[in-house]
Structure formats: structure tokens, C-alpha cells
């Protein structure tokens, strides 16, 4: 979960990133948005504010971080646009699912990106990130992260797109 949890419903960090991405018309900044967090997986979600304060972690971090741009064909640094956007999203992840904060986030006169989040399951997640990761990679990766049979959950619309990728995988 997001914010290490510290959120009204549940919100993944995998909604975070495929919210995120859908924000960018280029295939190279809308693949480092996906993957911008995809660290996480390996380590934890280490809320920014606390972050600053663990240099081992950040360390840690930057080494993951460039071994997924490796696998994945990506430039090392994160392209400013996706850092500048990931910083808006915080502006809407907040007025959507957070309480009142205690003190300024820094991000209350920020541009918000303008996404609604929309509280998925993590089978939602899980879905909705391998099709948008499967559409940003051409495919080349999908035998190695397959699709659960998550359908039901999702209703017709995302049953429709998952058949349809499956069709074109």
C-alpha cells in the first residue's frame, strides 16, 4: 500500500505508477513512469520524507533502480517531465485519499496531474500494470510475467482488453 499504508482505502503503489504513466504520450517516459517505483518490489515503500534520513536505502535503491533501466532498456536517471509529474500526483493522491495532514506536504499549491484514483484490488493492479507494461514493451517481455485469471473481478470491460491482449500476445 502507498504511504506505507497510512491511507484512507487501500491504495497500491502499482495504481500509483500505471496512473502515472497513462499521464505521458511517449513510450520511453511513459515506461520509466511505470517502472519509476518499481524498486519497491525488492525493498519497501520508504515514504519520501523519511527517505531522506536513510542514505543506505537510497543507495540501495539507486542500485536496483539501475538494474531494472538495464533489463528494461531505459536511461538511468529518471527524465525530469516523470519527476515532475510524480511530484503532482501527490497533490491529487492527497486531496483523494488522505486525511487532513498535520503539516504542510509542500505540494498544496502544486498543478495537481489531474488523475482519479480509483482504489484497485491488488488483482486490478496486478492487471492493469501487465497490460500497460506488456502495450509499453511490445510484448518482448510477457512470457516472463504472465496474466493471473483475474477477469471475474474486473467486469466486462477489462475482461474485453484482457482477451484482446491476449489475442495480439
Keep these: 500500500c502507498r504511504y506505507a499504508g497510512h491511507c484512507r482505502p ?5 495504481e500509483h505508477s500505471v496512473l ?4 505521458f504520450a511517449s513510450r520511453e517516459e511513459s515506461l520509466w513512469a511505470l517502472l519509476h517505483d518499481a524498486s519497491e518490489a525488492y525493498l519497501v515503500d520508504l515514504p519520501r520524507p523519511v527517505k531522506r534520513y536513510v542514505p543506505a536505502y ?3 535503491e539507486r542500485v536496483v533502480m539501475d538494474a531494472i533501466c538495464r533489463r528494461f532498456g531505459l536511461a538511468s536517471d529518471i527524465p525530469d517531465a516523470v ?3 510524480d511530484y503532482r500526483i501527490l497533490r491529487d493522491e492527497l486531496e483523494q485519499n488522505m486525511a487532513s495532514p498535520p503539516a504542510p506536504w509542500g505540494v498544496q499549491d502544486e498543478q495537481p496531474l489531474g488523475v482519479t484514483l480509483r482504489f484497485w484490488t491488488p488483482e486490478q493492479a496486478e492487471f492493469w500494470f501487465l497490460t500497460e507494461f506488456d502495450a509499453l514493451t511490445g510484448g518482448r517481455f510477457a512470457s516472463q510475467m504472465p496474466f493471473h485469471n483475474c477477469g471475474a473481478q474486473l467486469g466486462g470491460a477489462a475482461r474485453r482488453a484482457q482477451a484482446e491482449a491476449k489475442r495480439h500476445g
Design 58 to 60: 537510497v543507495a540501495a
Design 10 to 14: 487501500f491504495y497500491s503503489v502499482v
Design 20 to 23: 502515472l504513466a497513462r499521464a
Design 83 to 85: 519527476h515532475a509529474a
